[in-house]
Nanobody, 120 residues
Framework: QVQLVESGGGLVQAGGSLRLSCAAS????????MGWYRQAPGKQRELVAG???????NYADSVKGRFTISRDNAKNTVYLQMNSLKPEDTAVYYC??????????????WGQGTQVTVSS
């Protein structure tokens, strides 16, 4: 069992920055991919950024060039540096981790979410 705890959310003005952190704890053998999702009221949850255990990253088109995801495997922690924030970035941000059960099966873990609000 793995627990994910996010931190770093808050209220910022447009153009500002925030850094989100997500620390994994529990019975950790290995974590494959980690990522950040967000969900605004009335909208579906969407992938913001993801990173594999090998360091490969991918980003939603809407955040490319503004957000950076990074990972510290030794600390089982993933970060999301968010710069040039826009009101459209306002959402609850959720940390996600994928852990292997077998060589071909994985299970998903989710954090409780942290609110990011960007004012205009």
């Amino acid at each position: 069992q793995v627990q994910l705890v996010e931190s770093g959310g808050g209220l910022v003005q447009a153009g500002g920055s925030l850094r989100l952190s997500c620390a994994a704890s529990g019975n950790i053998f290995r974590i494959n991919a980690m990522g950040w999702y967000r969900q605004a009221p009335g909208k579906q949850r969407e992938l913001v950024a993801g990173i594999t255990s090998g360091g490969s990253t991918n980003y939603a088109d809407s955040v490319k060039g503004r957000f950076t995801i990074s990972r510290d495997n030794a600390k089982n922690t993933v970060y999301l540096q968010m710069n040039s924030l826009k009101p459209e970035d306002t959402a609850v941000y959720y940390c996600h981790a994928e852990a292997p059960m077998t060589i071909s099966r994985t299970t998903d873990y989710w954090g409780q979410g942290t609110q990011v609000t960007v004012s205009s």
